[in-house]
């Protein structure tokens, strides 16, 4: 706890509008003895030392600097034992006040002003510095999978220093990648096909003091946390116990269900395969064909499967309550609607698209090779997804003799004696055709091993796999859209086809990504530090065990399994595995959770520092705005920097996940006299996610909980609402502001106000 702050404006950042030397005035007078220094500094980056001066003279443990936002020259204030916070009077304040150059409008932008710094400074009162829970991290890195990302990945760990455990349940290393002896370009020129240089990449492994292999092993169980993760690996029928810091999981892929594809010949017609099967097939040099067409367009299957949803559906069937989620992958996806095990195959081929046009040209330059020239290979696509620098390699197959490409639909694959019929409509080429060919090669749906075992194990409270893995069709990500590599289950980190559907090169790239933060997670375990998205945060959940009724709420809500229970149902925390969002505290009922600057009596006493009037009709409503720092501040801050003000009747407190609010903060908000209550925060759904995966999912569910009880006491429970927002939005957000207060300044003064 602060309790000697020192208070500097910065003077050339908040610009003018504001009398600053007023608010200093202010300061002084209202808080006396907690703030010994209040300086007005000219241009504050320049002062550092006259502040390090007064922190070892005026034996300050609290620096409040009032300025730019927090999120603007974060590195500047730092000063060893002191708490530093910043109050941003820039882009939240001054650049967002929205005014007219009345008396009236600059005495709105000088409340809040005054509001936001006495916020600041309880903020300061209301913590402590936080003791980092540090953990002598092991130095060892478990790499979950032999394949061509696996052996990348324990490449790359060894060569920074780490010891490598490799397990791969196979007998031998290699994994899909024996299947492909020669790959798409992996390097420069980034024209044609290569040799793989597997055999050397396996090799180099095996001869590396540092990496210890395993085969026809599997991991039996993870405990622990980050930095002492215990792994128990079964091998040969025999367990054997192994500590490591950190996990990569690059256990790969599976073929889809063929099933799907049945309607395009798949399991019908002898010269019918799919891609993973054609690989195998010209690996071992079995190709007989000399027309090979491979078919990117899977809209016969989408169709058969509509066809075969609505049949079902009409004759009521069991297969009919599936609607729902046909219905969403109508909506998302913009596809048909068809049943579940369907709709799984549909979305596996969609999202391996970049991969199986990448395979087909490279399947067509192989099998070209294989036969000098001398055959024909088609590729009839509806999309052709060719990422980045590939692109060269699309190109310079278009020129190759043997290779005809055209875009066309496929309306039927029919059996035609000999041979197979492809009939194809809408070409590039202007007309339609049957193309005559051999074979057909239709593509391969990559499925995540995560989607049919659980790989892991964890011998967690929260169970041996990953969780709401159903979100992700079984792909491991955490947050999929700023945090790639990052699972569910902080320290194992997935790279390669297991996280997403991806080329060779993007593989390794991937592997290299993965290692990057399996060692940075051990770093952080051993500095006692949170990894992302707080990144060196050093303060964790502590518990007031006296008080705690073991409800299990904390435990079940956390989304990233950081808490274990004992037989009684009492939390056991796992420091290193958590990453410092405050759910679990906001998932408390008796408030028994907080964090040494985090905290439930923090944000509470700051709700509280803000004048609220009492004269609704003359001084207008207050609002206060619970903002996630991840998405919604940010957009706040870009929405303020490019004058686009809001109104000036809201009070924004930043706090670190709409998941971390706590019912009690919206009744402290209505006690005090506030008429509203906006939660802004991340946008969530399956086409978004909040940075600690549910956080706003859950502020939504308990909303419900406090609409419920505004009604029971009388008041109006559209005064609380919750606002989706992604960090791009900043144009909007000011109209959400603008349109919230309209709503509130409708429904009139809060029944409290003045109580």
């Known amino acids: 706890m602060a309790t000697r702050i020192g208070v500097y404006f910065d003077q050339q950042n908040i610009g003018g509008g504001l009398d600053v030397a007023a608010m200093a005035e202010q300061v002084r007078g209202k808080w006396g ?48 034992g002191v708490q530093v916070e910043r109050v941003n009077l820039r882009e939240q304040c001054v650049q967002a006040c929205k005014t007219d150059g009345s008396a009236s409008s600059a005495t709105l932008l000088a409340l809040m002003a005054q509001d936001y710094v006495n916020m600041g400074v309880v903020k300061l009162q209301k913590s402590e510095v936080p003791e980092p829970a540090a953990i002598a991290g092991v130095r060892r890195i478990l790499v979950v999978g032999g394949g061509w990302t696996g052996l990348t990945a324990a490449a790359q760990a060894s060569q920074t220093g780490y010891e490598v ?44 003091g540092n990496i210890t292999v395993h085969t026809k092993a599997t991991v039996a169980k993870l ?47 002898p010269q019918v395969t799919h891609m993973a099967e054609f690989g195998v097939m010209l690996r071992d040099g079995n190709v007989k064909a000399r027309r090979v067409a491979f078919v990117l367009d899977t809209t016969l299957a989408e169709e058969e499967a509509a066809a075969a949803y609505a049949r079902a559906a009409n004759d009521e069937q069991p297969e009919a309550p599936a609607a729902k989620a046909g219905e969403q992958a109508e909506e998302e996806l913009e596809g048909p609607v068809f049943v579940k095990e369907d709709l ?118 929260q169970g041996p796999d990953f969780p709401d893995l159903e979100l992700f069709d079984g792909f491991t990500d955490s947050n999929y859209i700023c945090f790639p590599y990052e699972t569910r289950r902080t320290g194992v980190y997935a790279a390669g086809c297991v996280r ?8 390794e790239e991937d592997a290299y990504g993965a290692v990057l933060k399996a060692i940075q997670c051990v770093e952080s375990a051993d500095h006692g530090v949170a990894v992302h998205p707080r990144s060196g945060d050093t303060s964790y959940p502590v518990f007031n065990f006296v ?35 405050g759910t679990c505290f906001g998932a408390c009922p008796e408030r028994v959770i907080s964090f040494a600057n985090y905290n439930i009596d923090q944000i509470g006493s700051m709700i509280r520092e803000v004048q609220v009037p009492k004269d609704f009709r003359k001084e207008g409503p207050r609002i206060l705005i619970l903002a996630c720092e991840n998405d919604a501040y940010p957009a706040l801050d870009m929405a303020g920097m490019r004058n686009k003000p809001w109104s000036p009747y809201a009070r924004i407190i930043p706090v670190r996940c709409l998941g971390s609010v706590n019912a009690i903060w919206v009744s402290d ?87």
Not at 230 to 245: F, K, R, S, W
Not at 554 to 576: I, M
């Open 223 to 269: 405990e622990g946390q980050p930095g002492e993760f215990t792994a128990t690996i079964m091998v040969d029928g025999a367990e054997q116990t192994i500590p490591v810091g950190a996990v990569v999981l690059a256990t790969g892929w599976v073929p889809m269900q063929g099933s799907y594809l049945e309607s395009m010949g798949l399991g019908k017609l």
């Open 165 to 208: 455990v490799l397990v791969e349940k196979s007998p031998a290393l290699g994994g899909k990648a024996v299947n492909m002896p020669r790959t798409s370009p992996l390097k420069a020129p980034w024209t044609s096909i290569q040799d793989s240089g597997l055999e050397a990449k396996i090799a180099g492994i095996k001869n590396d």
């Open 344 to 461: 799984e195959s549909y979305k596996h081929l969609r999202y391996s698209n970049t991969v199986n046009s990448v395979a087909a040209l490279r399947m067509a330059n192989v099998f070209c090779d294989q036969n000098n020239d001398a055959v024909q290979a088609f590729i009839i696509y509806k999309d052709m997804m060719i990422p980045g620098i590939l692109e060269r390699f699309y190109k310079e197959s278009q020129n190759r003799l043997g290779i005809m490409m055209t875009k066309a639909d496929v309306t039927a694959i029919q059996d035609a004696g000999s041979h197979v019929s492809v009939s194809c409509e809408n070409t590039l080429l202007g007309l339609d055709f049957d193309l005559d060919v051999d074979m057909v090669v239709l593509p391969t749906g990559l499925v995540p091993t995560t989607a049919k075992d659980a790989v892991m194990q964890f011998a967690y409270r």
């Open 33 to 80: 003895d907690l703030t010994p220094v209040v300086k007005v500094m000219p241009v504050l980056a320049a002062a550092v030392e006259e502040i390090q001066a007064d922190v070892d003279a005026a034996k300050l443990d609290g620096v409040l600097v009032c300025g730019a936002s927090p999120r603007r020259d974060w590195d500047q204030y730092r000063f060893s």
């Open 500 to 507: 997403q559907p991806m080329t060779m090169d993007a593989c």
């Open 547 to 581: 008080r705690c009724t073991q409800c299990k709420r904390c435990t079940e809500e956390c989304p990233f399994g950081a808490l274990d229970d004992d037989e009684k149902g009492t939390p056991k925390p796992n420091p290193a595995r958590c990453r410092r969002c």
């Open 669 to 755: 908000a209505m006690s005090k006299g506030f008429d509203g209550v906006m939660l802004l925060g991340c946008k969530y759904g399956d086409d978004y996610q909040c940075h600690f995966i549910k956080g706003s999912e859950i502020c939504n569910r308990r909303k419900e909980n406090i609409a419920e009880t505004l009604n029971r006491l009388g008041v109006e429970p559209e005064r609380v609402d919750q606002f989706e927002v992604a960090i791009d939005e900043y144009d909007k957000v000011p109209g959400i502001i603008d349109a919230f207060v309209a709503r509130i300044t409708a429904l009139g003064p809060n029944p409290f106000k003045g109580m």
